[in-house]
């Protein structure tokens, strides 16, 4: 074997590695979703489904709500995601350009606040959404969802805006444009693609969640989809076949989001981290 | 530069001090969301923490108590094994995931032609929601039709009580943590390990460095900005481990797997009892307070000077 074939062998088994790992437990949960009951009780277990079936897809969609579980998800994260953007870009604009006093120490006062551990809020927030009479509703979720991005998204943007180059806002603002006008005119779609990273990590997160969700959404019309798909546990059985159809119902978007937007998800989540 | 001028306190000039004027105004909002949805919760939870206050017993009232509840919490075992298990899953965790991301981002940061695969399996572990991790290798750790028992059968070994022996039942739901959190690690290194110029490798290379050599002494000390990043990001999750295990054995067998905001949720929603709850809450703020303020240390620069 020459030394430039031993290179390739050993990249594409690094790849392979990698692949493998992220994709396997998916897959083994859709072959699982695509099994009977009766072959799932066989031993020694089947790797392939041997004879495929949908029923556990049609048991998805009687057994529990999961359209209702899916339009409560897609409604809280995107009017979430819209908020905390909006609100993030507002800071961080203020934050890079408007000769603040200590924006360094303003910055870490927002970030301290908004990082606060969710388990701590979560007794008062319960009592707050309680006495407002928001319980069940999406906005006892689509606000602290709000809060719970504005770290990432108020860093990824802060590293946006900071790249580009005030000559264009001071040039706008000659030629009659407010300070806001600039903001939305030039800053804004300049840096779009900052923008759309800071949208995505914001809506995977909202979609995420799980420790709010079961707390502040006990009924079952208004649980979020990660709530949702524990429901289909029984009281002493443990459905695997229809939970696993289930997971898939649940996986497949976000699958396709990531797969769509994969590298703008990777600059924002490296930017969060490390520019800021 | 700003940076540059002397410290004189000079005047604003109406400009200046009308942007200031609209850069408040812009973080107006910000503020605003923060007070509703945590400042005033976290202010009525240090109220409560002092109150008596049972949902379940609603002809008690809610009496100011003092520090007793503060005092119930440190003299209960309960707190202190779930504060102990805490504890545990983030210093096999947090490490672990350092770790096996560490060796995933140097797999990945190999010359793929397609690239995609790669990014994707690291992707798809980040965006799964933590319950349905947990759930996921709950049924890997299944008795009789998991994966991982008959993988062992299949070896000529026994399979094992995965999710009943609170031992076994530990090392499952770390496992389940460690593959979920260890791929945002990898994107975070991997970006790391992306900045370090390829001269640096070439010029050990010529110096005769073999490829451990070169590890230890140019990857490793490249990466350390990175690798803090990592570890502080992983203990501020860890210290809210909730949905793994959550989902994996609900704290069980017993108590065994069961963390602090596990104890707290159980303590408030279940039982009720929102003063004690509260003043468990509060115990567990000024924990990860300490753990945060390392992070905030490496944040707190000028974001108005672009040289970082």
């Given at each position: 074997?020459?030394?430039?074939?031993?290179?390739?062998?050993?990249?594409?088994?690094?790849a392979?590695?990698v692949a493998?790992?992220g994709f396997?437990?998916?897959?083994?949960?859709?072959?699982?979703?695509?099994?009977?009951?009766?072959?799932?009780?066989?031993?020694?277990?089947?790797?392939?489904?041997?004879?495929?079936?949908?029923?556990?897809?049609?048991?998805?969609?009687?057994?529990?709500?999961?359209?209702?579980?899916?339009?409560?998800?897609?409604?809280?994260?995107?009017?979430?995601?819209?908020?905390?953007?909006?609100?993030?870009?507002?800071?961080?604009?203020?934050?890079?350009?408007?000769?603040?006093?200590?924006?360094?120490?303003?910055?870490?006062?927002?970030?301290?606040?908004?990082?606060?551990?969710?388990?701590?809020?979560?007794?008062?927030?319960?009592?707050?959404?309680?006495?407002?009479?928001?319980?069940?509703?999406?906005?006892?979720?689509?606000?602290?969802?709000?809060?719970?991005?504005?770290?990432?998204?108020?860093?990824?943007?802060?590293?946006?805006?900071?790249?580009?180059?005030?000559?264009?806002?001071?040039?706008?603002?000659?030629?009659?444009?407010?300070?806001?006008?600039?903001?939305?005119?030039?800053?804004?779609?300049?840096?779009?693609?900052?923008?759309?990273?800071?949208?995505?990590?914001?809506?995977?997160?909202?979609?995420?969640?799980?420790?709010?969700?079961?707390?502040?959404?006990?009924?079952?019309?208004?649980?979020?989809?990660?709530?949702?798909?524990?429901?289909?546990?029984?009281?002493?059985?443990?459905?695997?076949?229809?939970?696993?159809?289930?997971?898939?119902?649940?996986?497949?978007?976000?699958?396709?989001?990531i797969a769509i937007y994969q590298d703008k998800i990777v600059s924002?989540l490296t930017?969060?981290?490390?520019?800021? | 530069?700003?940076?540059?001028?002397?410290?004189?306190?000079?005047?604003?000039?109406?400009?200046?001090?009308?942007?200031?004027?609209?850069?408040?105004?812009?973080?107006?909002?910000?503020?605003?969301?923060?007070?509703?949805?945590?400042?005033?919760?976290?202010?009525?939870?240090?109220?409560?923490?002092?109150?008596?206050?049972?949902?379940?017993?609603?002809?008690?009232?809610?009496?100011?108590?003092?520090?007793?509840?503060?005092?119930?919490?440190?003299?209960?075992?309960?707190?202190?094994?779930?504060?102990?298990?805490?504890?545990?899953?983030?210093?096999?965790?947090?490490?672990?995931?350092?770790?096996?991301?560490?060796?995933l981002a140097?797999?990945a940061n190999?010359?793929f032609?397609i690239k995609w695969p790669v990014r994707l399996g690291l992707l798809l572990p980040w965006a799964?929601?933590?319950?349905?991790?947990?759930?996921?290798?709950?049924?890997?750790?299944?008795?009789?039709?998991?994966?991982?028992?008959?993988?062992?059968?299949?070896?000529?070994?026994?399979?094992?009580?995965?999710?009943?022996?609170?031992?076994?039942?530990?090392?499952?739901?770390?496992?389940?943590?460690?593959?979920?959190?260890?791929s945002?690690?990898a994107l975070?290194?991997l970006a790391?390990?992306?900045?370090?110029?390829?001269?640096?490798?070439?010029?050990?290379?010529?110096?005769?460095?073999?490829?451990?050599?070169?590890?230890?002494?140019?990857?490793?000390?490249?990466?350390?900005?990175?690798?803090?990043?990592?570890?502080?990001?992983?203990?501020?999750?860890?210290?809210?481990?909730?949905?793994?295990?959550?989902?994996?054995?609900?704290?069980?067998?017993?108590?065994?797997?069961?963390?602090?905001?596990?104890?707290?949720?159980?303590?408030?929603?279940?039982?009720?009892?929102?003063?004690?709850?509260?003043?468990?809450?509060?115990?567990?703020?000024?924990?990860?307070?300490?753990?945060?303020?390392?992070?905030?240390?490496?944040?707190?620069?000028?974001?108005?000077?672009?040289?970082?």
């Amino acid at each position: 074997m020459t030394s430039s074939q031993k290179k390739r062998n050993i990249t594409w088994l690094a790849a392979l590695i990698v692949a493998a790992n992220g994709f396997i437990p998916a897959i083994w949960v859709l072959f699982t979703s695509l099994k009977t009951e009766g072959e799932l009780n066989r031993i020694p277990i089947t790797i392939f489904p041997n004879q495929p079936t949908l029923e556990n897809f049609t048991r998805v969609f009687v057994d529990q709500p999961i359209l209702v579980f899916i339009a409560n998800s897609v409604a809280v994260a995107i009017i979430s995601t819209v908020i905390c953007v909006l609100v993030s870009a507002l800071a961080a604009y203020a934050l890079v350009r408007l000769r603040l006093p200590a924006p360094g120490l303003i910055l870490s006062v927002i970030l301290a606040i908004a990082m606060f551990p969710l388990i701590s809020i979560l007794v008062p927030l319960f009592a707050v959404m309680r006495d407002a009479g928001l319980l069940n509703t999406w906005w006892a979720l689509i606000f602290p969802y709000a809060v719970l991005s504005m770290p990432v998204c108020t860093m990824v943007l802060i590293a946006f805006f900071q790249d580009i180059p005030a000559d264009l806002e001071n040039a706008a603002m000659i030629d009659g444009c407010t300070r806001v006008g600039a903001l939305f005119r030039v800053v804004v779609p300049l840096s779009a693609p900052g923008v759309f990273t800071a949208a995505i990590l914001a809506f995977v997160n909202a979609w995420d969640e799980f420790l709010l969700a079961l707390t502040l959404s006990p009924r079952v019309m208004s649980r979020t989809l990660p709530v949702g798909i524990t429901l289909y546990q029984g009281e002493f059985a443990f459905p695997w076949p229809i939970m696993s159809a289930a997971l898939v119902v649940a996986i497949t978007p976000v699958c396709v989001l990531i797969a769509i937007y994969q590298d703008k998800i990777v600059s924002g989540l490296t930017q969060g981290g490390m520019k800021g | 530069m700003t940076s540059a001028t002397p410290v004189l306190k000079h005047r604003l000039t109406p400009l200046e001090r009308s942007e200031r004027r609209l850069g408040l105004v812009m973080l107006a909002p910000a503020f605003i969301l923060l007070a509703a949805t945590v400042i005033y919760p976290v202010a009525t939870l240090i109220w409560t923490s002092f109150r008596f206050q049972h949902l379940a017993q609603p002809w008690m009232g809610t009496p100011f108590v003092g520090l007793e509840q503060y005092w119930k919490g440190l003299t209960d075992p309960h707190f202190w094994s779930s504060t102990l298990n805490t504890a545990l899953y983030i210093l096999v965790t947090v490490p672990g995931a350092v770790i096996v991301g560490l060796g995933l981002a140097l797999l990945a940061n190999q010359p793929f032609r397609i690239k995609w695969p790669v990014r994707l399996g690291l992707l798809l572990p980040w965006a799964l929601p933590l319950v349905f991790a947990g759930l996921i290798f709950r049924w890997f750790f299944e008795f009789k039709q998991g994966i991982v028992n008959n993988a062992l059968i299949w070896f000529g070994l026994k399979p094992l009580n995965w999710l009943t022996d609170p031992t076994l039942a530990f090392i499952a739901i770390c496992i389940a943590i460690i593959w979920k959190s260890s791929s945002f690690v990898a994107l975070v290194l991997l970006a790391g390990l992306q900045t370090i110029p390829k001269s640096m490798y070439e010029a050990a290379e010529i110096d005769g460095a073999n490829k451990w050599q070169q590890f230890v002494e140019i990857t490793l000390p490249m990466l350390r900005p990175a690798i803090f990043v990592a570890l502080i990001f992983r203990t501020i999750t860890a210290i809210q481990t909730f949905d793994i295990p959550y989902a994996m054995t609900n704290g069980g067998p017993g108590n065994s797997t069961e963390t602090l905001a596990m104890y707290i949720h159980k303590t408030t929603i279940d039982f009720l009892d929102f003063g004690y709850g509260s003043a468990l809450a509060v115990l567990m703020f000024i924990v990860s307070v300490i753990a945060t303020s390392g992070y905030l240390r490496y944040t707190r620069r000028d974001p108005s000077k672009a040289g970082r």
